[in-house]
């Protein structure tokens, strides 16, 4: 049973990144006391990741940087809201922290995941299991803004949970793990009317706060549960039969008490009894003797998770490629456009030039012509004042 814990959108991008990469971060829940006992080693010490991955390029470790050079390459420098923020949960019946190799196939699973609802945005995707339980679940960082368009998403929350629940199970199905039934809510049509009109609805309310509660994957008990109801301001009764009752203070200060029938059959103690134990049986780990586990790991498994590292690394060194190559284009239009119009400038100036210079020589032309013809009246009239000279000295004479 894999789950979406919980989604939300992230202000900083790299806040974001760096809790999830937990540079230089304890490790919680005495976690490296957890690697000592079963004979385990951090594959990062400096990190409180044990796997890492990415979509479109991204290198986990250098992703703030590259989510970072992105927003920058399409002026999208806003601090706010710059990503998307998901937990994915895994069931230790399929996915066991013992077993180092399910570690990758976590992380490769929540790669997946978001690749498959944002191809065109990039991702960064770290698998953690410092948590209470040690359970494996991933915390997928998703750029908003699409390093193809430039153009940054947005979409309302329940949009993206509905996606990425409908897209979790479908891996789960392929993986031939359970899958949560949808939850079949009983609205009433005053409820309805209410949240047509975009009024409040204490009902809906109600629904959305236990809806919260259920999704957290550690609740597996009804104390766990009767704890993150209270948690969230409602007191749950069992009064016997098959409903749970819920006593809360809507938004309105009013007081309610509502019977679980009212939200619909998933919420009968029954259903939800059933989901509880499910969740605690599966909380119920065999410890694995040091040389037990080294001996589950195969060689078919080493194998196989040689093939699949193998794979990833060619696919990210394409999608790498690609990325460059488009980033390159964009970064080349710009010169090429500054180009073309330098080289119509300096067609322009040449053609400038070559009037000018017609221009030019047809003055000159004209000028020397001027200047010949003045000589030649000059010369004319030097020869008559010879002549005449010539004449008066004769006459004298």
């Keep these: 049973m894999a789950t979406i814990a919980k989604m939300s959108s992230g202000k900083s ?48 470790e250098i992703a703030k940087e590259q989510f970072a050079a992105t927003r920058s390459l399409f002026n999208q420098d806003q601090q706010s809201n710059q990503c998307l923020r998901i937990i994915q949960s895994f069931d230790c019946r399929e996915l066991n922290a013992l077993n180092r190799s399910d570690w990758q196939r976590a992380n490769d699973l929540g790669v997946e995941l978001a690749q498959h609802m944002y191809p ?19 915390h997928i960082i998703i750029n908003k803004v699409s390093f193809e368009t430039g153009k940054k998403f947005h979409e309302p929350p329940r949009t993206s949970i ?22 079949h ?11 047509k009109k975009k009024e409040y609805s204490y009902m809906r309310d109600l629904r959305e706060r236990v809806n919260a509660v259920m999704e957290d994957p550690s609740v597996s008990s009804y104390e766990a549960l009767r704890d993150g109801l209270a948690h969230s301001g409602i007191e749950v009764r069992d009064r016997g039969g098959d409903w749970f009752s819920f006593h809360f203070r809507s938004n309105n200060g009013a007081l309610h008490t509502v019977r679980s029938k009212r939200l619909g059959e998933d919420y009968s103690k029954e259903r939800i009894i059933h989901e509880l134990e499910n969740r ?10 040091p040389e037990q586990q080294f001996e ?12 699949s590292t193998r794979r990833r690394t060619e696919s990210v060194t394409k999608q790498i490629r ?8 964009r970064l080349r239009e710009p010169f090429i456009r500054l180009e073309t119009a330098v080289n119509r400038f300096a067609g322009r100036v040449q053609g ?46």
Aim: proline share 2%.
């Design 352 to 397: 400038l030039g070559e009037k000018i210079r017609g221009a030019f020589e047809k003055r000159l032309k004209s000028r020397t012509k001027s200047v010949l013809e003045l000589m030649k009246q000059r010369n004319k009239q030097h020869d008559i004042t010879q002549s005449l000279l010539a004449k008066n000295r004769a006459f004298d004479l």
């Design 185 to 195: 809510d009983r609205i009433s049509e005053a409820e309805k009317a209410l949240v």
């Design 120 to 138: 065109h945005n990039q991702a960064a995707v770290y698998t953690h299991l410092d948590n209470k339980n040690h359970v494996l679940h991933n």
């Design 280 to 289: 605690s049986r599966a909380r119920q780990v065999t410890v694995v003797k």
């Design 162 to 183: 509905h996606l990425a629940r409908e897209i979790n199970d479908q891996i789960a199905e392929r993986e031939g793990w359970h899958v949560l039934e949808p939850v």
């Design 322 to 329: 690609q990325s460059n190559q488009r980033i390159s284009e």
């Design 296 to 307: 589950h790991v195969s060689t078919r498994a080493t194998a196989e998770i040689r093939s």
């Design 13 to 60: 991008a790299a806040g974001s990144i760096n809790y999830a990469l937990g540079k230089d971060k304890d490790l919680k829940a005495n976690t490296d006391k957890w690697f000592e006992d079963h004979h385990l080693e951090r594959p990062y010490p400096d990190y409180r990741a044990v796997a890492m991955g990415g979509t479109n390029g991204i290198d986990p």
